[in-house]
C-alpha cells in the first residue's frame, strides 16, 4: 500500500499527478551523502502508485550503492513516471506535456538531484528536460551532453561477466554459452562484445523485431518466458529487474550471473540460494556501473572517453575484490559489495565525503 512504501529510509520523496494526462510523477531522493542525489528518469505504466514509489525507492538505493562504490562523487536518487497506459501508446504532444512538467519537478529540488536517461527515456528526452531545467545528464552530443550511456555500460557488463566467468571457473568467454535477456541499448551491444570474444549466445527479448536482428546475425532465440529454464554458463539479465527471486535461485541452470539489469535479484535471500547453489552472481550494482562513469565522469568531473574506458573496465578488479572478500567472509557476493560501498557512505568516511 501507499502507507507501507511511504515508510522508506531514503531522504526525501517528491510526487506529483498531472490530471490531464493521468501521469503520476515520482522523484526519490535515496542519499545526498556523497553528493547531490543523481539517477535517471523512468517511465513505465505501473499497476499503482504503491509499486511507482517501491521502483523509485529501490532504484534510487541502487543508485547510492553504485555511486559509492563506484568512487564517483554523487549520492542516490531516481525518478519514476508513472504512465497513464504503456510509453508506445503515448503521443508525442502528450510525451512532451509529461516531461515538462517532470522537469519543472526536477528544478524545484535546486540541484539536490540530477537525473538522466533510463529505460524508456533517451537523450532527446533529455534535451526536452534541459529546456526547463539544468539538472539533466545525458543530453545529445549535439546539444552538449554525453549522450547515451548504453555502451559504457555494456562495456562494464562485458568486463563483469569475463571477470565472473573466470572466478568461477570457467575461463574466459570463448565456448562458453553465454544467455543474454533483453536486447536493449545494453543488451544489444553486451551480445556483439561476448560474440567477438567467441561465446555462443542464447537470446531472448518480448520484441520480434530485436528476434530477429539477433537471428540474422547468428544467434539462438530461446522463447522469453523459457529464460529462467534454459542451460546456459552465464546468464546476463539486461531488460527488468526483480527477475531472480528465491524460487527462481533455486533452479536456474546456469554457473554465473552478471548483467545490466539493476536490482536483479528480489531480496538477499535469492542472492543466499544462489551462492549455496555455487552459481556466482555479479552484484548489479557494481557491474552496471559503466553509464554512471560516462555521464558523471564527463559531465561533473571532467573525464574524455578513454578515461570513462579505463575506468569502465576497472569494474572488473572491482568484483575481484568483491569476490575475495566473499570469500573471506563467507558471505554473499552481494553482501560484499554492500560492504564496500557502506565503507565508504559511513560518517566515519571523510575521505568520500570531502574529496
Ligand atoms: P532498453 O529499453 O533499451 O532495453 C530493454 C530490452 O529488454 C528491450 O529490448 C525490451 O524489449 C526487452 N525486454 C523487456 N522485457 C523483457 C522480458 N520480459 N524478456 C526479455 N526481454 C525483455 O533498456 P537498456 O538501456 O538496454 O537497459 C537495460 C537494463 O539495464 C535496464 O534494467 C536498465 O535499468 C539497466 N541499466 C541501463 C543503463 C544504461 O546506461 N542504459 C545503466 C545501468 C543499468
Ligand atoms: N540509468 C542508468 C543507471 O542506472 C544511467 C544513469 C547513471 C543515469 C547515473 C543517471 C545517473 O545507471
Redesign the pocket.
Known amino acids: 500500500s501507499i502507507d507501507d512504501e511511504l515508510r522508506w529510509d531514503g531522504e526525501l520523496t517528491v510526487t506529483r499527478h498531472d490530471r490531464e494526462t493521468g501521469t503520476t510523477f515520482v522523484i526519490r531522493i535515496d542519499s545526498t551523502r556523497l553528493g547531490p542525489a543523481s539517477g535517471g528518469t523512468r517511465a513505465a505504466h505501473y499497476p499503482s502508485i504503491g509499486h511507482a514509489l517501491a521502483d523509485a525507492g529501490k532504484l534510487a538505493g541502487a543508485m547510492t550503492l553504485k555511486m559509492a562504490v563506484s568512487d564517483l562523487p554523487m549520492g542516490g536518487g531516481k525518478s519514476v513516471i508513472a504512465l497513464p497506459a504503456p510509453r508506445n501508446q503515448i503521443d508525442a504532444a502528450t510525451w512532451t506535456r509529461i516531461l515538462d512538467i517532470h522537469a519543472e519537478n526536477i528544478d524545484k529540488l535546486e540541484g539536490n538531484y540530477w537525473t538522466g536517461?533510463?529505460?524508456?527515456t533517451n537523450s532527446s528526452d533529455m534535451d526536452q528536460l534541459s529546456r526547463t531545467t539544468k539538472y539533466v545528464f545525458g543530453r545529445s552530443v549535439g546539444n552538449g551532453g554525453a549522450g547515451s550511456?548504453?555502451h559504457a555500460?555494456a562495456l562494464g557488463v562485458f568486463e563483469a561477466m569475463k571477470a565472473t566467468a573466470r572466478r568461477r571457473g570457467l575461463g574466459t568467454l570463448d565456448g562458453r554459452t553465454v544467455l543474454v535477456?533483453?536486447?536493449?541499448?545494453?543488451?544489444g551491444d553486451v551480445v556483439r562484445l561476448a560474440a567477438q570474444a567467441g561465446a555462443r549466445l542464447l537470446v531472448?527479448?518480448?520484441?520480434p523485431q530485436?528476434l530477429e536482428a539477433a537471428s540474422l546475425a547468428g544467434h539462438t532465440v530461446v522463447p522469453?518466458g523459457e529464460?529462467l529454464r534454459t542451460p546456459c554458463d552465464l546468464f546476463a539479465p539486461?531488460?527488468?529487474?526483480g527477475i531472480i527471486d528465491s524460487a527462481a535461485a533455486a533452479s536456474i541452470p546456469t554457473m554465473a550471473v552478471a548483467g545490466?539489469?539493476?536490482n536483479i535479484l528480489t531480496d538477499a535471500a535469492a542472492g543466499e540460494v544462489l551462492r549455496d547453489r555455487g552459481v556466482l552472481c555479479a552484484p548489479d550494482f557494481v557491474a552496471?556501473a559503466g553509464?554512471a562513469f560516462h555521464l558523471v565522469g564527463q559531465e561533473v568531473l571532467g573525464w574524455n572517453e578513454d578515461d570513462v574506458v579505463e575506468r569502465t573496465r576497472g569494474i572488473g578488479r572491482t568484483l575481484d575484490e568483491v569476490y575475495s572478500l566473499s570469500e573471506e567472509r563467507g558471505i554473499t557476493t552481494e553482501a560484499a559489495a554492500l560492504m564496500l560501498a557502506r565503507a565508504r557512505l559511513s560518517p566515519a568516511s571523510t575521505a568520500a565525503a570531502t574529496s
Do not use: I
Not at 117 to 120: E, L
Not at 204 to 207: Q, R, W
Not at 238 to 241: F, L, T
Open positions: 536517461p533510463d529505460v524508456n550511456s548504453a555500460t535477456q533483453g536486447l536493449g541499448a545494453v543488451g531472448a527479448d518480448t520484441d530485436r522469453a529464460v539486461c531488460a527488468m529487474g545490466a539489469a539493476n552496471n553509464g
